[in-house]
């Protein structure tokens, strides 16, 4: 959820376009009206609920690192729908990110 909220967030800022001093206030005010940031808002909420409810049950020491699995989602919709490309550096991040999800998840 949170990486479709980061997504739906991208999508929306690109309607926004660049801020800067001049359009800050204007920027800030036009969150509420695009469809796409409200949306993406609205995931994270949903994101941050769904996480309590793991936490009643999870230790927060194997929750919490699970959750980096998101950032593998967020690079690969960056990839896919916005032609972000993936440096060798990125590709090993993104490995030792999976091979430490898989270490804290052994028991």
């Given at each position: 959820?949170a990486?479709?909220?980061?997504?739906?967030?991208?999508?929306?800022?690109?309607?926004?376009?660049?801020?800067?001093?001049s359009?800050?206030v204007?920027?800030?005010?036009n969150i509420?009206?695009?469809?796409?940031?409200v949306a993406g808002?609205?995931l994270?909420?949903?994101?941050s609920?769904?996480?309590?409810?793991?936490l009643?049950?999870?230790?927060?020491?194997?929750?919490g690192?699970?959750?980096s699995?998101s950032?593998i989602f967020?690079?690969?919709?960056?990839?896919?729908?916005?032609?972000?490309?993936i440096?060798?550096?990125?590709?090993?991040g993104?490995?030792?990110i999976i091979?430490g999800?898989?270490?804290?998840?052994?028991?």
């Amino acid at each position: 959820m949170a990486s479709g909220g980061q997504f739906l967030l991208k999508l929306g800022a690109g309607k926004l376009g660049k801020v800067n001093a001049s359009n800050f206030v204007s920027h800030i005010l036009n969150i509420a009206s695009t469809p796409e940031l409200v949306a993406g808002l609205a995931l994270y909420a949903f994101s941050s609920i769904f996480f309590i409810l793991v936490l009643t049950r999870v230790k927060l020491s194997v929750a919490g690192p699970a959750v980096s699995v998101s950032y593998i989602f967020s690079v690969l919709l960056g990839y896919f729908f916005f032609q972000e490309s993936i440096s060798r550096y990125q590709m090993f991040g993104l490995g030792f990110i999976i091979a430490g999800v898989i270490l804290v998840l052994k028991r």
